[in-house]
């Protein structure tokens, strides 16, 4: 299976300040998605990163906090913007091959970025 | 609103028996169905997926798939410590989105 190496594993920032988390697969995939996890809860699904167009955001997420970058089919950027502590929390980025014959979609994870506001 | 629904646990088995995860699912459009495990700390690993109705068995590994109840689950045989974790069941919609349960914490118990 194809492997995500996502950077930063972590990074303590000042509020105000934006960070850019970097993914980069090692082979073409369909498909890349960015994730949310606040300790101990589930994922939330920010956005869908789409290969040269702008990203799908989903409810509660905007383009102007969240900007998102997918330059071809290996590497996708999440940007934090304007950062507040309550955008701390792990974010992981995602991605697989799909079909619509129901076929595996999101197979695998990034190591995830954890990001503390202070 | 689309959701997918896990007991948050914790469940608690002894070495060597079978542990069962469930799982349901809200949206009939839904086409794959996928387990991760998760570690603390780590990210989600794919553990399953399936998209047929009835059972896919992978070495100790079952995932069983009824769309008719809109139902999910995971067995694993033979448990062991080692497969302490929360585990997350997710949906793929039929807008290719996936969405994930709140996780099922598990404990085995040496």
């Known amino acids: 299976s194809a492997v995500i190496s996502q950077k930063p594993s972590r990074d303590i920032c000042q509020r105000g300040t934006s960070l850019t988390i970097q993914c980069q697969v090692d082979?073409?995939?369909?498909?890349m998605f960015w994730y949310r996890q606040q300790p101990g809860q589930s994922l939330t699904l920010i956005a869908t990163?789409?290969?040269?167009?702008?990203?799908?955001?989903e409810s509660g997420f905007v383009i102007d906090k969240f900007p998102i970058s997918r330059p071809n089919l290996t590497f996708s950027t999440l940007t934090v913007s304007n950062m507040s502590p309550e955008d701390s929390s792990i974010y992981l980025c995602?991605?697989?091959?799909?079909?619509?014959?129901?076929?595996?979609?999101?197979?695998?994870f990034g190591q995830g970025t954890r990001l503390t506001v202070v | 609103q689309k959701e997918v629904e896990q007991n948050s646990g914790p469940l608690s088995v002894p070495e060597g028996a079978i542990a069962s995860l469930n799982c349901t699912y809200s949206?009939?459009?839904?086409?794959?169905f996928f387990w991760y495990r998760q570690y603390s700390g780590k990210s989600p690993e794919l553990i399953m997926f399936i998209y047929s109705n009835g059972d896919k068995e992978d070495g100790r590994f079952t995932a069983q798939l009824n769309k008719a109840s809109q139902y999910v689950s995971l067995l694993i045989r033979d448990s062991q410590p080692s497969d302490s974790a929360t585990y997350l069941c997710a949906a793929l919609t039929g807008g290719f989105k996936t969405i994930f349960g709140a996780g099922t914490r598990l404990f085995v118990k040496a």
């Open positions: 990163a789409n290969q040269g167009s702008e990203a799908t955001y």
């Open positions: 995602s991605g697989g091959q799909g079909s619509l014959g129901g076929g595996v979609t999101e197979a695998f």
């Open positions: 949206d009939r459009g839904s086409q794959s």
């Open positions: 082979s073409q995939v369909t498909m």
